[in-house]
Nanobody, 119 residues
Framework: QVQLVESGGGLVQPGGSLRLSCAAS????????MAWYRRAPGKERELVAV???????NYANSAKGRFTISRDNAKNTVYLQMNSLKPEDTAVYYC?????????????WGQGTQVTVSS
């Protein structure tokens, strides 16, 4: 079983910054990809950013130039640094981890953390 613990959400003014963290623990032999998704009110969940075990990253167009995804392999933790936040970034942010463990290939989601951008 894999546990994902997210932190770092909150209320921020437009133009501000937040840093999300997601720590994975449990039956993990290795982690392949780590990602952040978000779901805004009334919208479908969308991919924000992903990072693989080689450090390669990919971003949604809406996140490019403002958000940075990174990972600490020693801590099994993924981060999302969000700068120049806009009201349209308001959403629940979820981390996603694709790993290998006792179950073989595993896909697990965090519980979600609320990010609200408002003045």
């Amino acid at each position: 079983q894999v546990q994902l613990v997210e932190s770092g959400g909150g209320l921020v003014q437009p133009g501000g910054s937040l840093r999300l963290s997601c720590a994975a623990s449990g039956s993990i032999f290795s982690i392949r990809a780590m990602a952040w998704y978000r779901r805004a009110p009334g919208k479908e969940r969308e991919l924000v950013a992903v990072i693989d075990n080689g450090g390669n990253t990919n971003y949604a167009n809406s996140a490019k130039g403002r958000f940075t995804i990174s990972r600490d392999n020693a801590k099994n933790t993924v981060y999302l640094q969000m700068n120049s936040l806009k009201p349209e970034d308001t959403a629940v942010y979820y981390c996603f981890v694709n790993s290998f463990g006792y179950r073989g290939s595993q896909a697990d989601w965090g519980q979600g953390t609320q990010v609200t951008v408002s003045s």
